[in-house]
């Protein structure tokens, strides 16, 4: 059974890090493209950040550039996603999200073909 499970949300303030990961299991990671979403309150889900299967290319949305960073580790078979200098309007769910083909762009949720429960992040001073 395909499973992805989120970890490492919390209340932090802002400036903090915090570092998410996203654990697979009934397949391997490294046949599939990840990226994460966040979801706030009243807004639509958003992909932040991704990481290609092939080429080890990432792309970052433009909010979260230079402060998140993604990353495999493939031993535990988990892609993680690191955030740091952390703000108010961080504050989301936020999961993971498999894709095994190529269709629609990488922060487009169509593209996904299996998703985490989600992990809450709350910034708040």
């Known amino acids: 059974q395909v499973q992805l499970v989120e970890s490492g949300g919390g209340l932090v303030q802002p400036g903090d890090s915090l570092r998410l990961s996203c654990e697979a299991s009934?397949?391997?990671?490294?046949?599939?493209?990840i990226a994460w979403f966040r979801q706030a309150p009243g807004k639509e889900r958003e992909g932040i950040a991704y990481?290609?299967?092939?080429?080890?290319?990432?792309f970052y949305e433009d909010s979260v550039k230079g402060r998140f960073t993604i990353s495999r580790e493939q031993a535990k078979n988990t892609v993680y996603l690191q955030l740091n200098s952390l703000k108010p309007e961080d504050t989301a769910v936020y999961s993971c999200?498999?894709?095994?083909?190529?269709?629609?762009?990488?922060?487009?949720?169509?593209?996904?073909?299996?998703w985490g429960q989600g992990t809450q992040v709350t910034v708040s001073s």
């Open positions: 009934g397949f391997t990671l490294d046949s599939a493209n």
């Open positions: 990481s290609s299967k092939t080429d080890g290319i990432t």
């Open positions: 999200g498999a894709a095994l083909t190529g269709r629609y762009t990488w922060y487009d949720p169509r593209r996904y073909d299996y």
